[in-house]
């Protein structure tokens, strides 16, 4: 093997390595993403089981707590977790 081919071959194994990374990174942002929907699904079908005593201790009514419930997005306070301590 030539220098140069050597060189070559160094740089596609860098590259690779870091194409490897990027995506590792990736899937691991993805399952993150489905464990928080997956909780927030979860927290929102805990308030359709709550009374009305249980939701007046947090503070909402049964039409607030039903309007929660239906609610499909994600807050953008749990989201922006996600990708905290990335730069």
Same mark, same amino acid.
């Given at each position: 093997?030539t220098?140069?081919t050597?060189?070559?071959? +160094?740089?596609? &194994?860098? %590259?690779? #390595?870091?194409?490897? %990374?990027?995506? +590792?990174? @990736?899937? =691991?942002?993805?399952?993150?993403? =489905? ?5 927030? /699904? #979860? %927290? /929102? +079908? &805990?308030? @359709?089981?709550?009374?009305? $005593? &249980?939701?007046?201790?947090?503070? =909402?009514?049964?039409? &607030? $707590?039903?309007? %929660? $419930?239906? /609610?499909?997005?994600l807050?953008?306070? /749990?989201?922006? #977790? @996600?990708? +905290?301590?990335r730069?």
């Amino acid at each position: 093997m030539t220098a140069y081919t050597e060189k070559c071959s +160094r740089s596609m &194994q860098t %590259e690779t #390595a870091g194409i490897l %990374e990027t995506a +590792r990174d @990736l899937f =691991l942002d993805w399952v993150k993403n =489905l464990q928080i929907k997956a909780a927030i /699904r #979860a %927290e /929102r +079908r &805990q308030l @359709l089981e709550m009374n009305d $005593a &249980q939701l007046k201790d947090i503070g =909402l009514s049964r039409e &607030q $707590a039903l309007a %929660e $419930a239906a /609610r499909n997005d994600l807050p953008q306070h /749990r989201m922006s #977790a @996600l990708f +905290r301590g990335r730069g």
